[in-house]
């Protein structure tokens, strides 16, 4: 079990539009950090709820870093601004392409 796994996880999601739709699913339910860490075991990531947890802190307060120092895109802000999950916008933080359906999820964490 690693943070790398998390990282290739969601390096995963951001380039396969049928995982990131699994990924909807998975923030729809009420324990959504346990959901997507039971997704990214199954398609073979082995991380725990924790470290996936740890990996969206991290990148959290390296995009508010970045906001407060001016360096966040115009989507970025406006992503902050609509309040997309985190996963949701970490990954286009990375700047990549999320899809709608995944966009419209509200995580509970």
Same mark, same amino acid.
């Given at each position: 079990?690693?943070?790398q ?13 049928? /995982?990131?739709a699994?990924?909807?699913? @998975?923030l ?9 860490? =039971? $997704?990214?075991? !199954? ?6 709820s ?21 360096? /966040? ?5 406006? @992503? ?10 970490? =990954? $286009?933080?990375? !700047?990549v ?5 995944v ?7």
């Open positions: 079990m690693s943070r796994s998390v990282t290739d996880f969601l390096q995963k999601v951001s380039e396969d539009q049928a /995982l990131q699994d990924l909807a699913k @998975a729809q339910v009420e324990n959504d950090r346990e959901a997507v860490t =039971t $997704l990214g075991n !199954q398609k073979g990531y082995d991380f725990t924790d470290e996936l947890w740890e990996e969206v802190q991290k990148r959290q307060a390296e995009i508010q870093a970045q906001a407060d120092s001016g360096e /966040l895109s115009d989507e970025e802000l406006e @992503a902050i601004s609509g309040g997309l999950s985190p996963l949701i916008f970490i =990954t $286009l933080a990375a !700047q392409s999320v899809s709608v359906s966009a419209a999820t509200t995580p509970t964490w």
